[in-house]
T-cell receptor
Framework: DQQVKQNSPSLSVQEGRISILNCDYT??????FLWYKKYPAEGPTFLIS?????DKNEDGRFTVFLNKSAKHLSLHIVPSQPGDSAVYFC?????????FGTGTSLTVIP | DAGVIQSPRHEVTEMGQEVTLRCKPI?????LFWYRQTMMRGLELLIY????????DSGMPEDRFSAKMPNASFSTLKIQPSEPRDSAVYFC?????????????FGSGTQLSVL
């Protein structure tokens, strides 16, 4: 059973606009959430994270929002750049186990 | 540090053959994970080790799959016999193994094709 869900397989955004990637989870024991970015033929690389005690974390153009009551996580990229085109995975941790979603393929159109 | 190193990058084999995937975690990392990436399930956790000991292998799909970690710097994932449905990208990842602000570091993956 998928504990972390990314319901949008793909997203296209114009360069300079905002990209919003969404993620839902079911396990209330998750205490830490992460976003990973993956380019073709490479492994996923860490992008940004947030602890369950916070509702927002910002790092440059990337902001992650956490809504615990809705069990919902989102990643905002502003402004979007062509180099942001990649697959983005949402992940959640409980104990020392990390669970990933199915990924959202983001295409930023120049 | 060179990061997590996986070999081979690509493996093409015939159904029924044994396949062995290899991983060298980042030095000093105490936890090692094997994931499989598929379109339907995304990054699926197969097994993870802590201090070389398998902690949870509930994600291993069948008895055809086995994993070992004989020492802190090496792990293998073996499929015997392999089947076409095993075709996927297999990732190894490692982490420090501490609870706070932990993150995984991934290797480049092994693209497995079983014909």
């Amino acid at each position: 059973d998928q504990q972390v869900k990314q319901n949008s397989p793909s997203l296209s955004v114009q360069e300079g606009r905002i990209s919003i990637l969404n993620c839902d989870y079911t396990n209330s024991m998750f205490d830490y959430f992460l976003w990973y970015k993956k380019y073709p033929a490479e492994g996923p690389t860490f992008l940004i994270s947030i602890s369950s005690i916070k509702d927002k974390n910002e790092d440059g153009r990337f902001t992650v929002f956490l809504n615990k009551s809705a069990k919902h996580l989102s990643l905002h990229i502003v402004p979007s750049q062509p180099g942001d085109s990649a697959v983005y995975f949402c992940a959640a941790r409980t104990g020392n186990q990390f669970y990933f979603g199915t990924g959202t393929s983001l295409t930023v159109i120049p | 540090d060179a990061g997590v190193i996986q070999s081979p990058r690509h493996e093409v084999t015939e159904m029924g053959q044994e396949v062995t995937l290899r991983c060298k975690p980042i030095s000093g990392h105490n936890s090692l994970f094997w994931y499989r990436q598929t379109m339907m399930r995304g990054l699926e956790l197969l097994i993870y080790f802590n201090n070389n000991v398998p902690i949870d292998d509930s994600g291993m799909p069948e008895d055809r799959f086995s994993a070992k970690m004989p020492n802190a710097s090496f792990s293998t994932l073996k499929i015997q016999p392999s089947e076409p449905r095993d075709s996927a990208v297999y990732f190894c990842a490692s982490s420090l193994g501490r609870v706070t602000n932990e993150k995984l570091f991934f290797g480049s993956g092994t693209q497995l094709s079983v014909l």
